[in-house]
Every structure is written in structure tokens, then in C-alpha cells.
């Protein structure tokens, strides 16, 4: 068994989409529709592992590695992820 106390996260590609209905109405709708969302007037909740989280416009919904949806703020995607194929 490794006790190393210093880990580093696996390089994963995830599948997500921008949740905008201000930028793109029609794009937005087949968001919420991919994740099995429901839209409501504060952004679309999303029936996650942990409950039904919210993601508001402007957020990036992802599906993770077991095909589970989760909302994703912009800054903290923006750390994150990068386009696959790409590296920084």
C-alpha cells in the first residue's frame, strides 16, 4: 500500500455545457434538457448525487466520470479544466 501523503488528481476528459439562456435561449433548453434538468426563473436545478444543486446562468454543467450531472461556477472551471487535447 502506498502511504505517500501527497496525491495528485488523474488528467479525466468530462463532457459540460455552458448553462446561458441570456446568450443562447435555444442552447440553454437542450442543456437543461441533457442533464435532466428542470429549468426554473433563478437557473435549472439539477438532480445530482448529493441532491438537487442549482446552477445559475453562467455556470458549466458537467457530467463526471459515472455519468453524474453537477453545476460548476465559472472561475472555478476556469482553474480546472481545459479543452482536451490541449495543455497549458
Do not use: H
Amino acid at each position: 500500500m502506498n502511504t505517500s501523503t501527497r496525491w495528485r488528481k488523474k488528467p479525466v476528459e468530462i463532457e459540460a455545457r455552458l448553462f446561458d439562456p441570456g446568450k443562447d435561449y435555444d442552447e440553454a433548453c437542450a442543456t437543461v434538457a441533457w442533464c435532466g434538468a428542470t429549468a426554473t426563473d433563478e437557473g435549472c436545478e439539477i438532480p445530482t448525487l448529493e441532491g438537487v444543486m442549482l446552477a445559475s446562468p453562467g455556470d458549466w454543467i458537467i457530467r463526471g466520470v459515472q455519468g453524474e450531472f453537477y453545476p460548476c461556477k465559472p472561475d472555478i472551471f476556469a482553474a480546472t479544466y481545459e479543452p482536451a487535447g490541449e495543455q497549458s
